[in-house]
């Protein structure tokens, strides 16, 4: 193996009744790696229950943490279902929470969840659930699993999905799968509705995308609830969004949801981004401030939460004036992204820093930015991010009295939030293009587009952005 080479995760997931056959995969992986290792190829660390630590939170939702880190997953079931996890979502034993969790993981293109290997032991009486389970997977053919009848059937299945697993590591396809929980909800559905809404939005189908939410609102929970309310925010669409955003929260309070847990931080910053997007910036900052103090540090990926919570106090504290607490919000999300090495989430920091020292007139430092940014997304596919970068940079050429440089990007951008459908992106594009024309002494395009700001403000009950609209075309030579 290379030493710079990670090692492949693989979470083993089972009932009590199998800690036999537990140690015998740990024994079959640790041969494998053994093996393999003067081949040069990824060892596999074995990942489960076990390295859970004590806590005050949920356990199983420590557990389910560690899933998410992990590249492959094992479960086996054999005459035992399982214990009930106290799970805020219906799940009925913790091995059932484990597989749907590694589900719905699977379904995620960013998240590391390449495969999930199925497997039943063969024995007398199983519980009724292993049972239900079995004859689900025959019935809809979602996931193709094992049987085994003894421990030299696991140890060569094994080894063999090893062999497999080591040859196309790293080549992930996202997978859907559709399989029922005992409780009935489909939570896999409710996902799979969830990220093909979102899909139809970044191509440009925002009607079909934003009924495709609905329906995952519909039949989800408080995950669900809130993507739609981000939707419909983008859209300006606040009072909708609010009334979401408010649903979800009180899912959250009526279950055993942790409040300092990363979806309940998720859900009130939601509410929080409407406040701010409503012209509440004081309650916002205040009501983020809230949610830093609450949040749980060492949820995993509590620091993806942290970071956009900090990036949505910045834009409040800027807008109020504050430009030095805001910039030292920018920074400090900033360095949790890089820390973490998420390269478009380092692009959303830099957008905002730019930004930043736009307004601090700091081009020096803007313009650095600048090019870092546009590096950083050269090649990627067009997104909200790549829009939001695009004006930034437009906004940064017209400081410089360079304007002209900057229409063609702002344009791209207006381009892009409207066939995303995002109000406030269009908004926002226009307001530069409307800055920009006015600058180069083409008032006539200037003019058009500021009216289409104000219009596009008042569609989204803006007032502020009305008020800056209409001040930049009395601002228009007649």
Sequence with gaps: ??????????????????????????????????????RGEREYLIVGWEETRGTARRPQGQINELIASCEFMLVLFKKSWG???????????????????????????????????????????????VTALRAQLNERHALLYETFSGDLEIDRKLSDRLDSWQNNAGDKTP??????????????????LRHEGEAFIRLGRSDLGLEKL???ASLGGPVEKIA???????????????????????????????????????????????????????????????????????????????????????????????LVEATADFTAAHRLRVEHGRPLDVAQSLVNL?????????????????????????GTPPSELHANA??????????????????????QALSLNEQTGSTSGV????????????????FEAARAYALRCVEVNESMGNNWGVEQARWQLSQIPT
């Design 390 to 411: 695009w004006t930034a940079v437009g906004q940064l050429r017209l400081r410089q009295g360079r304007a002209e440089e900057g229409i063609p990007l702002v344009r």
């Design 228 to 322: 739609l309310a981000q939707a419909l925010g983008r859209r300006g669409r606040l009072e909708e969004a609010r009334g979401h955003v408010a649903s979800a929260i009180d899912t959250i309070l009526g279950s055993s949801i942790e409040l300092n847990s990363t979806l309940a931080g998720d859900a009130f910053l939601a509410e929080a981004g409407i406040l701010r997007r409503e012209g509440s910036d004081v309650d916002a900052i205040n009501r983020l401030g809230t949610i830093l103090g609450e949040l749980d540090s060492r949820a995993g990926g509590a620091w993806l939460t942290y970071a956009r919570i900090l990036d949505e106090r910045g834009l409040a504290l800027q807008r109020l004036d504050r």
């Design 83 to 129: 214990s009930d996890p106290g799970s805020p979502f219906g799940y009925t034993s913790g091995t059932e929470e484990e597989l749907f969790t590694g589900l719905l993981e699977l379904g995620v293109a960013e998240r590391p969840m390449e495969d999930i290997w199925l497997g039943f032991v063969d024995a007398d009486c199983p519980a009724p659930e």
């Design 214 to 216: 609905e329906a995952a």
């Design 427 to 442: 908004a926002r594009s226009l307001q530069i293009l409307t800055q920009c024309h006015r600058a180069i002494g083409d």
């Design 354 to 378: 730019l930004r930043s020292k736009v307004r601090e007139r700091d081009l020096e430092a803007a313009d650095s930015f600048a090019t870092s940014l546009l590096e950083l997304l050269h």
């Design 1 to 38: 193996m290379s030493p710079t080479a990670e090692p492949l995760r693989v979470f083993i997931a089972t009932p009590s009744d199998l800690l036999a056959e537990r140690e015998l995969v740990r024994t079959t992986i640790e041969r494998y790696n053994e093996s393999r290792r003067r």
């Design 175 to 192: 997978r859907h799968i559709e399989l029922l929980p005992q409780s009935g909800r489909d939570i896999l559905g409710a996902a799979k």
